[in-house]
C-alpha cells in the first residue's frame, strides 16, 4: 500500500476532497505543511506535522520540516540536503529564528544571497515547468548533482532572466496601483492585475502583487501596508504591520455574501481568496472593511 505524503499543504479544508478520495482506497495520508490549519483534517490523517500544533507558526516552513524528515529518514543525507531548510526560510520569508540557524549551517558554501538567487531561480522555473517534473533541473538548480560550477551558471542564468521579466512587470504596473488609507492606519494599496500586468507569464499574479507589495513596504517604511491585487474572481492579499486573520475572513466572507461563492486561505497574512466574477466590487469592499478593523503595528 502506499503512503501519500502531502507538503506545503493539507492542513486546510481545501484539502478534504482529495483526502477523502484516498481515505475510499484506504491510502495513508501524512502531512508536513505550515499553513494555519482546520481541525477538521485531522480525522482523515495518520499524521499531521504542523508547527501551529506545538505553539508555532508559518515561520516553521515546509521546506525546513521536510529537510528535517528527510534526515530522519535517512540520517545520511544530511551533508547534501541542509541548505535546502535554508533555500526555504528566505524563499518563505520566514522571521523565526530557525531560519538564521539554517543560514549559519550553510555559510561555508551558501551566503543568504545566493540562498535567495537559488529561490528566484526555483520559482522562475517551476512558472514554466508547471506540472511537469523537470526533476534534474530542479536538482541542478539545489546544487544536488555534484556539478557545482553547472549549479552557479544556471542560477545566474535564471535569476538574470526572472529579475528581467519582473522589472517589465513592474513598469507596466506599478503606475496603475490605487492608494487609500483604512481607519485602522494602514495604507492599503489594490491593483487589478487582470488589466494592468502582463498575463501568461513570470511574474504570475501572485509574484507580481508580492513585488508590488515589496517596493510599496520600501516607500513606506515603518508604516503597516496591505496590498491586494486582484483579478476577476480572485484576489491575492500581502500584508506588513497589520494583525489579519485570512481563513477567518473567509469564513466570514462566505456567510456574509452567500451568492459570492467565496473560499481560499492561506496564511495568517499572506493568501489569496476566489469569488464568482459578478461579486467582486462587493467581496473587495467587504474585505477592505474587515482589514481595516484590525490592529497594526508601526516599527
Same mark, same amino acid.
Given at each position: 500500500?502506499?503512503?501519500? @505524503?502531502?507538503?506545503?499543504?493539507?492542513?486546510?479544508?481545501?484539502?478534504?476532497?482529495?483526502? %477523502?478520495?484516498? $481515505? #475510499?482506497?484506504?491510502?495513508?495520508?501524512?502531512?508536513?505543511?505550515?499553513?494555519?490549519?482546520?481541525?477538521? #483534517?485531522?480525522?482523515?490523517?495518520?499524521?499531521?506535522?504542523?508547527?501551529?500544533?506545538? =505553539?508555532?507558526?508559518?515561520?516553521?516552513? /515546509?521546506?525546513? @520540516?521536510?529537510?528535517?524528515?528527510?534526515?530522519?529518514?535517512?540520517?545520511?543525507?544530511?551533508?547534501?540536503? $541542509?541548505?535546502?531548510?535554508?533555500? /526555504?526560510?528566505?524563499?518563505? *520569508?520566514?522571521?523565526?529564528?530557525? $531560519?538564521?540557524?539554517? @543560514?549559519?549551517? #550553510?555559510?561555508? %558554501?551558501?551566503?543568504?544571497?545566493?540562498?535567495?538567487?537559488?529561490?528566484?531561480?526555483?520559482?522562475?522555473?517551476?512558472?514554466?515547468?508547471?506540472?511537469?517534473?523537470?526533476? +534534474?533541473?530542479?536538482?541542478?538548480?539545489?546544487? @544536488?548533482?555534484?556539478?557545482?560550477? *553547472?549549479? *552557479?551558471?544556471?542560477?545566474?542564468?535564471?535569476?538574470?532572466? /526572472?529579475?528581467?521579466?519582473?522589472?517589465?512587470?513592474?513598469?507596466?504596473?506599478?503606475?496603475?496601483?490605487?492608494?487609500?488609507?483604512?481607519?485602522?492606519?494602514?495604507?492599503?494599496?489594490?491593483?487589478?492585475? +487582470?488589466?494592468?500586468?502582463?498575463?501568461?507569464?513570470?511574474?504570475?499574479? =501572485?509574484?507580481?502583487?508580492?513585488?508590488?507589495?515589496? %517596493?510599496?513596504?520600501?516607500?513606506?517604511?515603518?508604516?503597516?501596508?496591505?496590498?491586494?491585487?486582484? =483579478?476577476?474572481?480572485?484576489?491575492?492579499?500581502?500584508?506588513? =504591520?497589520?494583525?489579519?486573520?485570512?481563513?477567518?475572513?473567509? $469564513?466570514?466572507?462566505?456567510?456574509?455574501?452567500?451568492?459570492?461563492?467565496?473560499?481560499?486561505?492561506?496564511?495568517?497574512? #499572506?493568501?489569496?481568496?476566489?469569488?464568482?466574477?459578478?461579486? %467582486?466590487?462587493?467581496?473587495?469592499?467587504?474585505?477592505?472593511?474587515?482589514?481595516?478593523?484590525?490592529?497594526?503595528?508601526?516599527?
Amino acid at each position: 500500500m502506499p503512503l501519500i @505524503l502531502l507538503t506545503d499543504n493539507g492542513s486546510t479544508e481545501e484539502d478534504l476532497s482529495a483526502m %477523502r478520495m484516498a $481515505r #475510499v482506497y484506504g491510502i495513508p495520508v501524512i502531512v508536513f505543511d505550515h499553513h494555519h490549519p482546520d481541525e477538521v #483534517v485531522d480525522q482523515y490523517l495518520d499524521a499531521h506535522v504542523n508547527p501551529y500544533k506545538v =505553539g508555532g507558526d508559518y515561520g516553521i516552513t /515546509a521546506g525546513m @520540516l521536510g529537510t528535517e524528515i528527510a534526515r530522519l529518514i535517512f540520517p545520511g543525507v544530511d551533508q547534501h540536503v $541542509r541548505h535546502i531548510a535554508a533555500i /526555504a526560510g528566505v524563499a518563505d *520569508r520566514s522571521e523565526a529564528p530557525e $531560519r538564521q540557524q539554517y @543560514l549559519d549551517l #550553510v555559510a561555508d %558554501r551558501y551566503t543568504e544571497e545566493e540562498c535567495k538567487k537559488i529561490a528566484l531561480a526555483l520559482d522562475y522555473i517551476q512558472f514554466y515547468l508547471r506540472f511537469n517534473d523537470g526533476k +534534474e533541473l530542479i536538482k541542478d538548480i539545489l546544487d @544536488l548533482n555534484k556539478d557545482h560550477d *553547472r549549479f *552557479r551558471n544556471m542560477v545566474d542564468l535564471l535569476v538574470e532572466e /526572472a529579475e528581467f521579466a519582473i522589472a517589465e512587470q513592474m513598469r507596466t504596473c506599478i503606475t496603475h496601483v490605487i492608494e487609500s488609507t483604512l481607519p485602522n492606519g494602514a495604507h492599503l494599496f489594490k491593483i487589478d492585475v +487582470e488589466i494592468h500586468a502582463h498575463k501568461f507569464t513570470f511574474p504570475p499574479p =501572485g509574484k507580481t502583487c508580492g513585488e508590488v507589495h515589496d %517596493r510599496l513596504c520600501q516607500q513606506y517604511s515603518g508604516k503597516p501596508v496591505v496590498t491586494l491585487g486582484f =483579478g476577476p474572481d480572485f484576489v491575492v492579499l500581502r500584508s506588513r =504591520g497589520v494583525f489579519m486573520n485570512i481563513p477567518q475572513m473567509v $469564513r466570514e466572507l462566505r456567510e456574509e455574501i452567500p451568492g459570492a461563492g467565496v473560499n481560499g486561505g492561506g496564511h495568517l497574512v #499572506v493568501g489569496s481568496i476566489k469569488f464568482v466574477e459578478g461579486m %467582486r466590487e462587493e467581496v473587495i469592499t467587504r474585505l477592505s472593511d474587515k482589514i481595516g478593523k484590525f490592529s497594526t503595528n508601526v516599527n
